[in-house]
């Protein structure tokens, strides 16, 4: 019987499932997502195989888990830190932020673009996942609307450009660079989506 780490059953199977998950990342970051085995995530992991296949019964499926894992864990702390903004046009910046400081190794992973070596059913639950985020952007955005920070237009549309500037950006590692490209991002949106400036 193999070793139980943590405290439980329960305990055991969630550090693995997160041992698992960075092996992935990590590997993906290194070569791509679809030069990466089951075998090399166990070993990457730390466990056996089995261990791989008691949680998940093939790479996309492991994939998907961890995109799951991914995007509650973004989607709280998006959600935590609009919590302390009031106003639309702020609760923009906050998203624009939030966005940019993502590490999006799904994006920026060496190798084929994932929706290439996908399967169609794969593929759609991914997207259901991105409708996670999209939903806080099109509250905010709806927010703004109603109190007058933005002109009419159509959400649906708006949401899926404003996430298309700002997913896979390569911000820079420098700071001052970084900030300035995450600066540049929020100007640029807030004028996308008809924002009143700012007071100097």
Not at 3 to 11: A, F, P, Q, T, Y
Not at 30 to 40: C, H, K, N
Not at 142 to 170: H, K, W
Request: glycine share 4%; with cysteine.
């Amino acid at each position: 019987m193999p070793k139980i780490i943590g405290k439980s059953l329960h305990e055991h199977r969630q550090m693995t499932r997160h041992k698992l998950f960075t092996a992935l990342s990590t590997l993906m970051a290194e070569r791509g997502f679809d030069s990466v085995t089951l075998a090399d995530i166990a070993t990457a992991a730390g466990v056996g195989r089995t261990a791989v296949y008691n949680h998940f019964p093939d790479k996309e499926a492991l994939l998907l888990g961890f995109i799951t894992h991914e995007t509650e864990q973004y989607a709280q702390t998006l959600e935590r830190a609009l919590a302390e903004v009031a106003d639309p046009v702020e609760q923009l910046r906050t998203y624009i932020r939030q966005q940019a400081q993502l590490a999006r190794v799904f994006h920026l992973a060496p190798g084929p673009d994932l929706r290439t070596v996908l399967s169609r059913t794969t593929q759609a639950r991914l997207r259901e996942h991105a409708e996670i985020v999209e939903s806080i952007l099109k509250r905010i955005l709806r927010a703004g609307v109603a109190e007058g920070e933005f002109p009419q237009q159509d959400i649906e549309p708006t949401v899926q450009l404003v996430n298309a500037c700002l997913s896979g950006r390569l911000i820079p590692e420098d700071p001052a660079s970084r900030e300035r490209a995450i600066r540049a991002a929020e100007a640029f949106v807030l004028r996308a989506v008809g924002a009143q400036p700012a007071a100097a």
